[in-house]
């Protein structure tokens, strides 16, 4: 299973992007789709997920500004990313659960906010 994560870039605060990640391989079904983020000198953290039955959650730092969504025909994960602020700057990884218990990671996408 391969994760392609895109849509990374240079924008300025209050600005938006879009990530994207997509999935390919040989596996049987898709659980749960997720973004992860890691800051320079920080430890990865949790941003968002979405699940097998369309149940999101957010990290706190980015309720009400980050949407997550699903493509599952196109096996594509989405992060909307609105209200950006200079602490969003990291690299985004997203981060699948298939089959009965496995885990694949993206090679993430760099994002840096600032003016």
């Known amino acids: 299973v391969q994760l392609q994560a895109s849509g990374g870039g240079l924008v300025q605060p209050g600005g938006s992007l879009r990530l994207s990640c997509a999935a390919s391989?040989?596996?049987?079904?898709?659980?749960?789709m997720g973004w992860y983020r890691q800051a320079p000198g920080k430890q990865r953290e949790f941003v968002a997920i979405?699940?097998?039955?369309?149940?999101?959650n957010y990290a706190d730092s980015v309720k009400g500004r980050f949407t997550i969504a699903r493509d599952n025909a196109k096996k594509t994960v989405y992060l909307q990313m609105n209200s950006l602020v200079p602490e969003d700057t990291a690299v985004y990884y997203c981060?699948?659960?298939?089959?009965?218990?496995?885990?694949?990671w993206g090679q993430g996408t760099l994002v840096t906010v600032s003016s």
């Open positions: 981060r699948i659960t298939y089959g009965s218990n496995s885990i694949s």
């Open positions: 979405s699940t097998k039955g369309g149940n999101t």
């Open positions: 391989g040989n596996f049987f079904s898709i659980n749960a």
